[in-house]
Nanobody
Framework: QVQFAESGGGLVQAGGSLRLSCAAS????????IAWYRQAPGKLRDWVAQ???????LYADSVKGRFTISRDNAKNTVYLQMNSLKLEDTAIYYC???????WGQGTQVTVSS
């Protein structure tokens, strides 16, 4: 069964940084593409970034140049380094494989002014 444990969220001022982590299980991590998603209050869950098994990243336009996705296959963990955070980055952040598996609990990121 696919499982994810997201962590690293918190409260940060606009312009600040956070690093999210996601420990994944249930599939062979190293051969799967894995992605970050986020869901803001009252909105649908949106794709944020993904990284292929070969380490190729892709980003949503809204985070390009500010967020960096990376992976550590030895730890079955994907990371999201978030810099220059904006108020609109406030959301619950989730990770998941592509194709999608079960969702984890996510980690809350709140950006204040």
């Amino acid at each position: 069964q696919v499982q994810f444990a997201e962590s690293g969220g918190g409260l940060v001022q606009a312009g600040g940084s956070l690093r999210l982590s996601c420990a994944a299980s249930g599939r062979t991590f190293s051969i799967n593409t894995i992605a970050w998603y986020r869901q803001a209050p009252g909105k649908l869950r949106d794709w944020v970034a993904q990284i292929s098994s070969g380490g190729i990243p892709l980003y949503a336009d809204s985070v390009k140049g500010r967020f960096t996705i990376s992976r550590d296959n030895a730890k079955n963990t994907v990371y999201l380094q978030m810099n220059s955070l904006k108020l609109e980055d406030t959301a619950i952040y989730y990770c998941n494989y592509l194709p999608l598996g079960n969702w984890g609990q996510g980690t809350q990121v709140t950006v204040s002014s």
